[in-house]
């Protein structure tokens, strides 16, 4: 027996007798799932007891180094921890920016320091993290960002606003861009900062979207005072943090498209058509409708594919480079194209936002529609990839 086949069969035990039962066969729902933090929301009761078993053997963040709680499993026993997951159709344990963007980051950029105190927490589930990219003027063209921070003995004293911040409003820190030297390049006079969203001076307020929920918001910095060995690496020298995190960012996005949400509400395009327009003889009866069902199947299953390939082929360490714009553009663009179909298929019934007449799942898919619309501008526009993929990857000039 290899060693890899006597892993399996540990973590298939283990998993069998240990993860709640109630969890079992609710599969893995990206959006819908535990994020941890200071006020956790479990959405399910046992979730609580399934985080807690699995940060305790650092299954939370299964390649992490053991040393900073994680349970620095190989690529291949990673591979088989996700196998037996989704065998049992168990949720993720936990997730959010912590596991996705800023843990990843502070393993390759951070101090010592800031690894003992930060990794071990987002193992654990314990801090909710959240993203201060993005600011009214300084969206795509983010290196325009404005919030400043000014050095004031060993602290700096922060500005400014940032805007879409998603879950500002239920985070316990954020990774933010600041301006620390407004004479230089603009690439050049940007820090990277980590602040601690219970400072004094840290307001937010959540923005209301089309879908009706309000999953982001404005976060306000008015003179905010947060230590100087927040920099992650050094001062001014953020924007290849920042670089490398949107690499993170763009590859667990993609992964979210790419087969990771597999949740049991889903209903899969042939259900959804078997549901509102069976023809009598059994098929679809509009030809171009089932034209876009069979394609858009054939291309999700094609992209999951792809995405558990190139994962499984990256090697211990390696960073998401620019490729990782050709999966995020891809992945949402087909979400999309997958929604704008199940709008096609349930035709009327897809145009109800409130009272009688639609079913509950219909109202919920009429605001899941909606929300897809965010998929290519989250991350970084699809035009801001395809900028990226011809200039980063294909090498074509400006
Ligand atoms: C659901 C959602 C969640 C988000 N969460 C966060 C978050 O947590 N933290 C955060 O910091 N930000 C977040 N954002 C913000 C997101 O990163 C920005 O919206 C995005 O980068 C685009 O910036 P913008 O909205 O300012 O649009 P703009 O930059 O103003 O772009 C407007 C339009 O112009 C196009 N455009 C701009 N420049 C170019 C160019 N050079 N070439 C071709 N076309 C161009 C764009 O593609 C777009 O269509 C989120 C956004 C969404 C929708």
New binding site residues.
């Given amino acids: 027996m290899t060693e890899l086949t006597i892993f399996r069969e540990e973590i298939r035990e283990w998993l069998e007798s240990s993860a709640p039962g109630a969890l079992k066969g609710i599969g893995n729902n990206v959006l819908e799932g535990c994020w941890g933090g200071r006020n956790p929301i479990f959405p399910h009761p046992e979730q609580e007891e399934w985080l807690s078993l699995a940060a305790e053997k650092g299954l939370t963040a299964p390649t992490w180094p053991k040393k900073y709680g994680g349970a620095g499993l190989s690529d291949d026993e990673h591979k088989v921890f996700r196998e037996e997951v989704s065998r049992l159709k168990l949720p993720a344990p936990l997730i959010g920016f912590g596991l996705t963007m800023i843990g990843p980051t502070l393993l390759r950029f951070g101090t010592d320091e800031q690894k003992a105190q930060h990794i071990p927490s987002i193992v654990k589930g314990r801090v909710r993290w959240?993203?201060?990219?993005?600011e009214p003027g300084a969206?795509?063209?983010?290196a325009s960002l404005q919030t400043r921070a000014e050095v004031d003995g060993n602290d700096y004293i922060i500005n400014g606003t940032?805007v879409?911040?998603?879950y500002a409003d239920k985070s316990d820190w954020i990774f933010a861009l600041v301006r620390t030297d407004p004479g230089a390049k603009k690439q050049e006079g940007i820090t990277f900062l980590l602040i601690d969203m219970a400072t004094p001076g840290i307001s937010v307020s959540p923005i209301l979207l089309i879908s009706g929920s309000s999953?982001?918001c404005e976060t306000y910095f008015e003179d905010v005072r947060v230590p100087r060995k927040n920099v992650v690496t050094e001062e001014n020298a953020g924007w290849t943090v920042a670089k490398a995190l949107l690499g993170h960012e763009r590859s667990m996005i993609a992964d979210a498209f790419g087969g990771a949400a597999e949740g049991k509400k889903a209903k899969t395009l042939p259900e959804m058509a078997k549901s509102y327009v069976y023809g009598g003889g059994g098929e679809v009866a509009d030809a171009v409708l089932r034209d876009r069902i069979v394609q858009n199947e054939m291309d999700t299953a094609a992209f999951k594919y792809t995405v558990q390939r190139t994962r499984d082929a990256a090697r211990a360490g390696q960073q998401p480079g620019a490729e990782s714009s050709l999966f995020k553009v891809y992945g949402t663009e087909l979400n999309q194209r997958r929604y704008d179909i199940l709008m096609k298929i349930a035709g009327p019934q897809s145009l109800g936002w409130e009272g009688t007449g639609f079913e509950d799942e219909e109202l919920g898919r009429t605001r899941e529609w909606l929300r897809s619309r965010?998929n290519s501008?989250?991350?970084?526009?699809?035009?801001?990839q395809r900028?990226i993929i011809a200039k980063r990857v294909l090498g074509l000039p400006d």
Avoid: A, R, V
């Fill in positions: 959240c993203q201060g990219y993005s969206g795509s063209d983010l940032k879409w911040t998603s999953p982001f965010g501008i989250e991350g970084g526009t699809s035009e801001i900028n």
